[in-house]
């Protein structure tokens, strides 16, 4: 069988390295390192069902939810790899409560902050998941450990971010801040190749993901903005915004990438121990609004902060997240400024 000769995803990193005359290689192997994990994490995902690993490991992680075998193995796999890769000085994961030290003598110059397995409700059902991760440089001097304030800076400062989505195909999108690329897993040779170049977020927007269970629990403003995404404006030509939403952030998120789109997990009074939403802003929020902004479209908080610019105060800190097309993000920031 004729493969056609498409650009893997090595070449692809090695070309964006081209472009730094200094650049040492040490990002480009991260990111080589990390792509490795993503393809285990992809092969057990696809034989979840055969290899008896779903369903609980039977341990609950740091936010308080049970821990699912996948995520377990997903941890692993990439605190393990990662932490001989030679090139980061610490990494903190969505599954542990604190830093993950890298093994002595093989420190290096970059952070690693993870969400191993996202959506992870859905993996027992079959339905996208994905894996989250976001890279920054170090704060701290170059040769000892890393800190917790190596990894506790804002968006803006990432070097690289990115999501493999386990979905019907394997994908991977990442940003080292020189546009948005997309590759698709080949599984029978085990290549990521260049599918999506330069990914723009459509402006026309087509779709709204929220979960609307909660409505009862928002802001008046918010509940106010959802009515607004549901109605037709005559005014304007415009119908309603189709509902997406399925439960697994990385693979709502990647819709609404490539077909334009909004997602929005605002704070709620459902629990006063979380006012702030679900998401985290190290493993979820930051390194989506990075990619989200090199697309074109924009990421917010409820209260109208760009999530780049917040400087984190803990590692599994939440963040209310609105995420996606850059013209309706500005109509929710209008709409919850109260001006909507
Ligand atoms: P997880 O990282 O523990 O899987 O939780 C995050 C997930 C996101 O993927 C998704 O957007 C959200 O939780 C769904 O939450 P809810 O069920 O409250 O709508
Ligand atoms: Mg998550």
């Not at 989506?288 to 908080?301: K, N, P, S």
Request: proline share 5%; net charge negative.
């Amino acid at each position: 069988m004729n493969r056609p000769l498409g650009i893997t995803v090595n070449r692809h990193i090695s070309d964006l390295q081209r472009l730094h005359p200094k650049a040492t290689g040490a990002l480009s192997s991260v990111l080589n390192e990390l792509i490795v994990s993503a393809k285990t994490i992809s092969a057990e995902a696809n034989m979840a069902g055969l290899a008896d690993i779903l369903g609980m490991s039977g341990k609950t992680n740091i936010q308080g939810e049970k821990v699912q075998k996948l995520d377990e193995y997903a941890n692993n796999s990439i605190k393990r790899r990662m932490a001989r890769c030679g090139h980061l000085c610490v990494m903190a994961s969505e599954e542990e409560e604190g830093i993950i030290p890298v093994k002595p003598g093989y420190e290096g110059s970059y952070t690693l902050a993870f969400d191993p397995v996202d959506g992870s409700s859905n993996i027992d059902v079959n339905v996208s998941i994905g894996t989250i991760f976001s890279v920054h440089s170090r704060l701290s001097p170059d040769g000892e450990p890393g800190t917790e304030k190596d990894l506790l800076q804002p968006g803006n400062r990432q070097v690289a971010a990115g999501y493999i989505v386990y979905g019907a195909s394997t994908m991977l999108v990442f940003t080292t801040g020189e546009g948005v690329h997309g590759f698709t897993l080949d599984p029978s040779v085990g290549e990521f190749y260049l599918s999506h170049p330069d990914i723009k977020i459509p402006e026309k927007c087509k779709y709204f993901s929220v979960n609307e269970g909660y409505t009862n629990y928002w802001d008046d403003r918010m509940r106010r903005f959802v009515k607004y995404l549901k109605e037709v404006d005559s005014e304007q030509g415009r119908l309603p915004y189709s509902s997406r939403y399925i439960g697994s952030l990385v693979a709502d998120f990647h819709r609404n990438l490539i077909s334009g789109g909004i997602f929005l997990y605002p704070s709620d009074k459902k629990d006063p121990d979380k006012p702030t939403g679900k998401l985290r802003l190290l493993y979820e929020a930051a390194p989506l609004a990075y990619l989200v902004e090199q697309a074109g479209g924009r990421a917010i908080t409820d209260d109208g902060r760009e999530i780049q610019d917040i400087e984190p105060e803990s590692l599994h800190q939440r963040v209310p997240l609105i995420i996606g097309s850059r013209k309706e993000v500005d109509m929710a920031e209008k709409f919850l400024s109260g001006k909507g």
